[in-house]
């Protein structure tokens, strides 16, 4: 019998912090997300924490 494995798909980001957001009741960071994504990229972002 074979077995079939799913592929790892990356998560979709933006649906989840549009989910996360909704049900939080954060509009204003919903959004702030478009922009805060344009900034990030526009200063090359580390995706690792820089806090001590």
Request: aromatic share 2%; net charge positive; proline share 6%.
């Amino acid at each position: 019998m074979a077995t079939t494995t799913k592929a790892k798909t990356a998560p979709d980001l933006t649906a989840e912090i549009v989910n996360l957001t909704r049900v939080r009741k954060a509009p204003t960071l919903r959004d702030s997300v478009d922009r805060l994504t344009e900034r990030a990229v526009a200063e090359s972002w580390s995706p690792t924490c820089n806090a001590k």
